[in-house]
């Protein structure tokens, strides 16, 4: 959760944190009006801010430490209330619709610039668990757990994009190896950071209304509402400009999807026009499940060996020049193998002239050291792919039926002729 100043606030504590709540409603059912939500909120006297988007109602709040609500006091200063369980109560009663802590359909891709042969080690080192496809040296990866996610994005040292999308609030933040936007916590500082968002327009839920406009509460609502529909700022606009290198002309596209509406393809369209894969846009917004590719894997968090040995294994999907010949020689490892036996010949004929001696007999023994070094890992590197290609055929090949059991014995002349008796057949 994000900290907020905490000036003129009468309560125990000094700090307060955002506190987001969705009152959903299914497809189809009737949903809670957005002004019945407000009332109830404002007959609690909470500070909040509200949303209105597909399937949900959106709320942002202010929570102390111990959890309880940012609501006006009488005199108009900052007190805690109640907390998200009571809140929820009371509007089931009074609506029929609780709270949830965050969106139901809320879905969060991390697109990371690291290559698939990269990923296992990723895994081994975060112990975490995801799913990944790679494109282009860029890898769309997706979290078995929220704790996943969060402990990945938090300690990760490569550039990357994280998507987020529930069908009405959607974003699109750029990482800049370690540098996190979750981690600024200034209202005036939220311009420094590399996010593009879109979303339905927030404004008050209640709360502070008659206990003035110039009390501690009325300005913590003002600014709640404000950083909830802050929106993206032109210097966001042109700090993602920077970092992904675009000519004015593409800037003016960029900062023309971000004045636009907040679809399902405008962060499809941003990633074509940064040139980051565009499937991460289609896995975030629920057009594309990750799982359902042929080149989709899961890795799980293993050891640092392991991990390295299956690494050596995965083809790289960038387009440079040294990717390319790693991919050759990982779908082909009869090129590895003719590599390691010219190496070995190569090797042997430099120890033979060495042991004849020589003013270069030192320099031979050397290069021959190294040859038949690089062969024997050459060798290995055959051998993993090898069991890596056998692996894969197994996992693929259809489950053995098992030994034919032939053809079924005939029954006899009298079992015909009872089950004819009995009408069996």
Known sequence: MTSLPADDVASPTSAWDLAPATVPHPEGADAPAADAVARVVAGHRLIGALAEGPGALQLMFLADAGGRLARAAEDGTVEPGCTLDELSADLARQTGRGLQPEHPGLRRVLLVRLDAPELPVLAALSQTGFTAVSRHGWSVVVFDDEVDYWAVRTGLGEPAVVLS?????????????????????????????????????????????????????????????????????ELQVESVASVFDLDPAETNRLRNYVAGDSTELVLESVLQLLGLPVLAAKV???????????????????????????????????????????????????????????????????????????????????????????????????????????????????????????????????RTGLRRFFGLD
């Open 165 to 233: 999308s529930d069908g009405a609030t959607r974003s699109a933040e750029v990482l800049l190896a370690g540098e996190d936007p979750a981690d600024v916590t200034d209202l005036e500082a939220a311009d420094a950071v590399c996010a593009l968002e879109w979303g339905p327009e927030w404004r008050p839920a209640g709360g502070p209304a008659g206990t003035g406009r110039d009390t501690p509460a009325a300005r913590f609502q003002d600014d709640l509402v404000r950083l909830c529909a802050a929106g993206t700022s």
């Open 284 to 414: 975030v917004e629920g057009r594309r499940e990750l799982t359902e590719l042929e080149d989709a894997e899961h890795y799980a968090p293993t050891g640092v060996g392991p991990a390295v040995l299956r690494a050596m294994t995965i083809a790289p999907t960038g387009d440079g020049l040294l990717d390319r010949c790693r991919r050759a020689l990982v779908h082909r490892p009869g090129l590895v193998l003719a590599v390691a036996g010219a190496e070995t010949a190569v090797g042997v004929g430099l120890a033979g002239a060495a042991r004849r001696g020589g003013a270069g007999a030192r320099v031979l023994g050397t290069l021959s050291a190294a040859l038949l070094a690089d062969a024997a890992a050459e060798g290995a590197w055959w051998a993993a792919l090898r069991a890596a290609r056998r692996e894969r055929a197994r996992a693929a090949a259809p489950p053995d039926p098992g030994p034919d059991p032939g053809p079924a014995p005939r029954p006899s002349a009298a």
